[in-house]
């Protein structure tokens, strides 16, 4: 299995620009997590979902903020309309029952 | 919730010596207590981890003890070398919650030659 996989792994964009950022879990993994790490708030749990359903999602900021997961190998994180102050590294990670596993990491840039 | 806190937030050593980080946590249902190792500008990637039903864990040069009944639990790294420094993250599961995965604040770690 190649990981979690992330896309892409750096976005610039410009404020009020929609951006999607995209993840496939390790197949067989039940749980997805979408993470943001900041130097100020270091690693933040936005949302998780278990078998494709949306557990959590209090860690989402704001409802510019949005998540999907529409099958067991794919899911979107949006930022409609994103700001300077999103500007970060998001992770997405999976994990089957106990180790999580992460992707690269998107890093964004909101200009 | 479960509330994860991590501490120091940095920690400076001088290679050979050891370095200890502590982690406190508040869900008493939490049974599995991972540490994760992110150098800079890569993902965090799992060193070592511990189940409830053991106090003590180790893998070479890093250890994991665990006390349930304080809630806490602690990384420790002996005779640290330079590729050691990186920031490193305790995490608890919150079974309760479907298996939602509490980091701690994380810990940066510099070994100085």
């Known amino acids: 299995d190649a990981g979690v996989i992330q896309s892409p792994r750096h976005e610039v964009t410009e404020m009020g620009q929609e951006v999607t950022l995209r993840c496939k879990p390790i197949?067989?993994?039940?749980?997805l997590f979408w993470y943001r790490q900041t130097m100020m708030r270091g690693l933040e749990l936005l949302i998780y979902f278990n078998n494709n359903v949306p557990i959590d999602d209090s860690g989402m900021p704001e409802d510019r903020f949005s998540a999907k997961m529409p099958n067991a190998s794919f899911s979107t994180l949006k930022i409609q309309p994103s700001e300077p102050r999103d500007s970060a590294v998001y992770f997405c990670?999976?994990?089957?029952?106990?180790?999580?596993?992460f992707g690269q990491g998107t890093r964004l840039t909101v200009v | 919730g479960e509330n994860v806190e991590q501490h120091p937030s940095t920690l400076s050593v001088q290679e050979g010596d050891s370095a200890v980080i502590k982690c406190t946590y508040s869900?008493?249902?939490?049974?599995?207590f991972p540490w994760y190792k992110q150098e800079l500008g890569k993902r965090p990637q799992l060193i070592i981890d511990?189940?409830?039903?053991?106090g003590e864990k180790k893998d070479q040069r890093i250890a994991v003890t665990l006390n349930k009944t304080a809630k806490h639990f602690s990384l420790h790294i002996t005779e640290t070398q330079p590729e050691d420094s990186a920031v490193y993250f305790c995490?608890?599961?919150?079974?309760?919650?479907?298996?939602?995965?509490?980091f701690g604040g994380g810990t940066r770690v510099l070994v100085k030659p």
């Open positions: 995490a608890a599961p919150q079974w309760a919650a479907g298996n939602k995965l509490t």
């Open positions: 511990i189940r409830s039903n053991v």
């Open positions: 197949s067989g993994h039940n749980s």
């Open positions: 869900d008493s249902a939490s049974n599995y």
């Open positions: 990670a999976s994990r089957m029952n106990t180790e999580a596993f």
